[in-house]
């Protein structure tokens, strides 16, 4: 599977419709699932404890079912898991083809692990082919870097600088 975090922004007239109507967010909770299920995928839950209380202290987690209401350019946030780039091509195309979305953002996700193992990777491809940016620490996309001529430090002997000629 593939994970992915979506950002989704409301109209106006949705936010309207959501705050006048919508009593049950469970029975909407359904169709979403049953859109990304018919895809292969499925929506992400979320547990917190308090701090100091969790699962290894056998604190009682409180769970977040599937999706997050936010403040500020997004106003919902979920992450799904789904079987390949296409089914999540699809759900953001059949989302964005309704009137109340104004904007949706899919950004692809890994979990912590693979990330780490992502970094040890490119860690080692980056020592085996000697790489660096322009810009970065060893430079040696320019090539051996020039002498450098020698410097006259610690002779004891101060230099006049003498005016530009005019």
Known sequence: MKYYLVQLSYTAEAWRQQIEQTRDHARR???VRDLIARLGGSLA????FQPGQGAAEGGEPHTINCKLVSIGKYDLIAILAMP???AAFAFSMAVSAELGIRDI???PVIPLGQAVNIMARAHEVRQQANYSAPGGASQS???A??????????TGTR???TPPAE
């Open 29 to 31: 909770l359904v169709a």
């Open 45 to 48: 839950q979320y547990q917190f």
């Open 84 to 86: 390949d780039e296409e």
């Open 105 to 107: 953002q899919m950004t």
């Open 141 to 143: 996309w320019l090539g």
């Open 145 to 154: 870097p020039p002498p450098r001529a020698p410097t006259r430090r610690g």
């Open 159 to 161: 230099r006049r600088r």
